[in-house]
């Protein structure tokens, strides 16, 4: 079983739509939890962090689930420009601030 | 702030050849780099993990004597491939963590594609 596991997609949306990634990761232990953006033939970019309390930046909700340990990613009012591929990060009990990435999840949003 | 870089973007290089990628912090003293590794369709795999004037710490499966990571300073880390193979074709990407930072965050560098013929 993979540490921390993402349905791949992709998730065809259309602009304005709302949706919603969920992510299961293993290791209870686990200690920080993040959702990055990775766009076609780049580097991650962080995209928010995972509290317990849930948290939101604008247009995006994320959520973190420490009993049944998944994390969600909402985002309302779905822009072309949100298409990327999201990814789910968890940093272990383990020294040191190792991230564990899920496999990602594929978004295209269309016209 | 807290901006990484990585040098070349880009390189195609000849079976057998060896190639030096570089990772830089340029506005803040990074105390750990990782390097990544990053196959099409694929997530990022953490391939080791070094330390300012340490040696660095290999995942499992990761050749030590194959992927030479040296982090002589603050602010520079580098991973040379030695003898590159077809199948260490990749994204590569370092990251950083440290003072002047949220040392729970990494930064990302832009990556580096590593084409070998």
């Known amino acids: 079983r993979k540490e921390v596991e993402q349905d791949p997609g992709p998730f065809n949306v259309p602009e304005g739509a709302t949706v919603a990634f969920n992510c299961t990761y293993s290791n209870s232990a686990s200690q920080s939890f993040f959702w990055y953006r990775q766009d076609c033939r780049k580097e991650p970019k962080l995209l928010m962090s995972v509290y317990s309390s849930g948290n939101e930046d604008g247009r995006f909700t994320a959520q973190l689930n420490r009993a049944s340990q998944y994390i969600s990613l909402l985002i309302r009012d779905s822009k072309l420009s949100d298409s990327a591929t999201y990814l789910c990060?968890?940093?272990?009990?383990?020294?040191?601030?190792?991230?564990?990435f899920g496999g990602g999840t594929r978004l295209m949003v269309k016209p | 702030g807290a901006v990484v870089s990585q040098h070349p973007s880009r390189v195609i290089c000849k079976s057998g050849t060896s190639v030096k990628i570089e990772c830089r912090s340029l506005d803040f003293q990074a105390t750990t780099m990782f390097w990544y590794r990053q196959f099409p369709k694929q997530s990022l795999m953490l391939m080791a993990t070094s330390n300012e004037g340490s040696k660095a710490t290999y995942e499992q499966g990761v050749e030590k004597d194959k992927f030479l990571i040296n982090h002589a300073s603050l602010t520079l880390s580098t991973l040379t491939v030695t003898s590159a193979h077809p199948e260490d074709s990749s994204f590569y990407i370092c990251?950083?963590?440290?003072?002047?930072?949220?040392?729970?965050?990494?930064?990302f560098g832009p990556g580096t594609r590593l084409t070998v013929l």
């Open positions: 990060v968890v940093t272990g009990s383990n020294a040191g601030n190792m991230l564990t």
């Open positions: 990251s950083a963590s440290g003072q002047g930072g949220s040392t729970d965050t990494q930064y």
